[in-house]
Structure formats: C-alpha cells, structure tokens
C-alpha cells in the first residue's frame, strides 16, 4: 500500500509539471507496468481521470459537457465504420493525410492498411492513439490547449504548422450536416481548425452516419459543396434533387 501511494504521489508530480501523460510514458517513469498503473489510478477517481490513453488530472475534466467522448464513441457505431470503408478508398500509399476529431474516424484508422506507409497529422488524442500503433504511419500530433470534451488541441501553433505541410486529403468529420446550412462543429475550435485543413488539402472528404444529417449544430465550417465527396452508411451523398 505504501508503494501504491508512493506511485501515485509521483504520478501526480509528472502530471503537475506535464498536464497530461501517456500512460505507456507514465509506465515507463515509475518503472511499473501499465497494469499496475492502471490500477493504482482506477480507485482515484477524484485525482485522476485516464481518458484516449492518457492520464490527466480529475479537475481537468468539465464535470457537465454538451459532448462526451467515451458516451459518443458508442452510438451510430457500426455506421460510422461503414462510411468509413467508402472514405478509406481515396487513400493512396505516400500520401499525406488530415484527419479530424470526434469519434466518427476512429474507424477509420482502424481500417488503415497495416502495410501502407502514409504521413497523418491531428489533433485529437483518441485519433492519434490509433494511429501510434500503425507500424507504416508517420505520425505528426497538433499541439496547443487541450480540450477534454473532444480530447482534442487546439491553437495557434497547430494553425501555423499546417501552413508547413502538402496534405493530400483531409478527412473531416461533423456533428451536423444540413443541405443548405452546410457542415458544423459543436466546438468552436475544432471549427477554425477544419477550415484551415481544408483550405491547405487537396481534397477534403466528409465522413458521418446519417444520424447527422439535416442537424445544425452551433459553429459552421464548410458548405455541402466544398467537400469532393461526402459519405455515410450508405455510401456517397448528395443534397436531394442532385445527381
């Protein structure tokens, strides 16, 4: 038990110097497995929070959020993975690639070819843990400020790192897709951050279950139109009246 403390007293040590930490970083600090660090923090629940593979401190987290990752993740699943696997055909090997936050493209990721060599750049923890584990993925993380809601990072910094990359497609996902309001965004700073993807991709593909569509939700970032191809469950999609 002393130990047990020991750990967890040094745990929050690298937390408050860090903010956050992966918990293989962690593992490696303190010399444990990740096991038993994951045991130590699960009955702190008031201390500690682990969240997309990283350990934060429990007061980092909005004890009220208008979107939950963990809750998201597990509607529309099996959906999102369809339209997933019609977005995963625009990827080409070598390509440099965009992909968006949320819980919608982690199924993407997913599907990635173990074997396909590609460079990706994010923001959002849950998406990048993913993609760590992909042995042919150059992997580059956004940084900034981090939003627990949607485990993602956003600032000025990221901003001006896009501006330094060739991005061949931008994979964006939405929480609301209305004919003629366009694409939005719950968050606003993921709304700023799509735009400027979108702007230095290529193409930009839109990919949602149809649980999304005809929603408005508060922070615009693109018309239908300014996506090359829009993809949902049941393939590519079309505003009505539109071949």
């Known amino acids: 038990m002393v130990r047990n403390r020991e750990r967890l007293d040094k745990l929050g040590a690298l937390i408050l110097e860090r903010g956050v930490i992966h918990l293989r970083d962690a593992a490696q600090a303190l010399g444990v497995s990740e096991m038993t660090i994951r045991r130590d923090i699960a009955g702190e629940a008031k201390r500690f929070v682990y969240l997309g593979g990283h350990i934060m401190p429990a007061q980092a987290v909005e004890p009220e959020q208008p979107y939950e990752l963990a809750a998201a993740a597990d509607k529309h699943a099996s959906d999102k993975r369809k339209a997933c696997q019609f977005a995963v055909e625009h990827l080409r090997a070598e390509d440099t690639v965009f992909i968006d936050c949320g819980t919608t493209l982690i199924h993407l990721v997913d599907l990635l070819p173990n074997d396909m060599p590609l460079t990706v750049v994010c923001y959002a923890l849950n998406i990048a843990e993913r993609l760590a584990s992909k042995p042919h993925v150059r992997l580059i993380m956004m ?9 993602s990072f956003s600032g000025e ?4 790192l896009l501006d330094q990359l060739g991005v061949n497609t931008a994979f964006l ?21 799509k735009r400027k993807a979108m702007n230095i991709s290529a193409r930009n593909i839109l990919v949602l279950d149809n649980s999304k569509l005809g929603r408005i939700r508060p922070a615009f970032f693109a018309k239908a139109d300014d996506f090359d191809a829009i993809y949902t469950e049941d393939g590519a999609w079309e505003p009505e009246g539109e071949e």
Request: aromatic share 8%.
């Open 157 to 160: 910094a990221g901003l001006t």
């Open 173 to 193: 996902s939405a929480a609301g897709l209305d004919a003629a309001r366009g694409a939005t965004a719950i968050h606003f700073h993921e709304a700023e951050i």
């Open 143 to 151: 940084g900034g400020f981090y939003h627990p809601a949607s485990a």
